[in-house]
T-cell receptor
């Protein structure tokens, strides 16, 4: 596998379920991101990890819980979600941006989440 | 909060004509301005980017211009082709934090 991969590609869950999304990057990057993409809305940055340390957390509800065990893997743990959380969840990675530099983000294919 | 406005939301052009998409940002500290293309059912991919110390950048049929004073930047696609049909996103920011526009659906009419 090359690039950024995400599993599962599709997920349907009830509001009382607990599930996890997984992202893996094979690009040697040190920064990883979770985004939420809803129809006709801007991409919403949820979390950023750099060198396994969380550097951004944009007021995301606590029912979303990220985990970054190493620079190649990123998880998003989901529990007691709401129907409005249904969206495409995209993972991305980039070179580390410490010091103010910003680099191209490489996206995974996304997980299409439906909350019933 | 900081935001990026992108216009138009939908753009339909005749094949071979040019297309222009415009974005305006609010955070004057932004120093990085990428453009991503997302084809239907696929992931966003970077097509061109520009940094705040440059006013214009070109790559074959694609060009981006930046006006830091006015806080706006634009994507120009010349000689459009059917494979240019997609949703295009602009973004502005720096140091991990990118604020994204809502996207422009570009339709190329044969």
């Amino acid at each position: 596998e090359t690039g950024v991969t995400q599993t599962p590609r599709h997920l349907v869950m009830g509001m009382t379920n607990k599930k996890s999304l997984k992202c893996e990057q094979h690009l040697g990057h040190n920064a990883m991101y979770w985004y939420k993409q809803s129809a006709k809305k801007p991409l919403e940055l949820m979390f950023v990890y750099s060198l396994e340390e969380r550097v951004e957390n944009n007021s995301v509800p606590s029912r979303f819980s990220p985990e970054c065990p190493n620079s190649s893997h990123l998880f998003l743990h989901l529990h007691t979600l709401q129907p409005e959380d249904s969206a495409l969840y995209l993972c991305a990675s980039s070179q580390d941006g410490r010091g103010g530099a910003t680099y191209e983000q490489y996206f995974g294919p996304g997980t299409r989440l439906t909350v019933t | 909060g900081e935001n990026v406005e992108q216009h138009p939301s939908t753009l339909s052009v005749q094949e071979g004509d040019s297309a222009v998409i415009k974005c305006t940002y609010s955070d004057s500290a932004s120093n990085y301005f990428p453009w991503y293309k997302q084809e239907l059912g696929k992931r966003p991919q970077l097509i061109i980017d520009i940094r705040s110390n440059v006013g214009e950048k070109k790559d074959q049929r694609i060009a981006v211009t930046l006006n830091k004073t006015a806080k706006h930047f634009s994507l120009h696609i010349t000689e459009t082709q059917p494979e240019d049909s997609a949703v295009y996103f602009c973004a502005a920011g720096g140091n991990y934090q990118l604020i994204w526009g809502a996207g422009t659906k570009l339709i190329i009419k044969p």
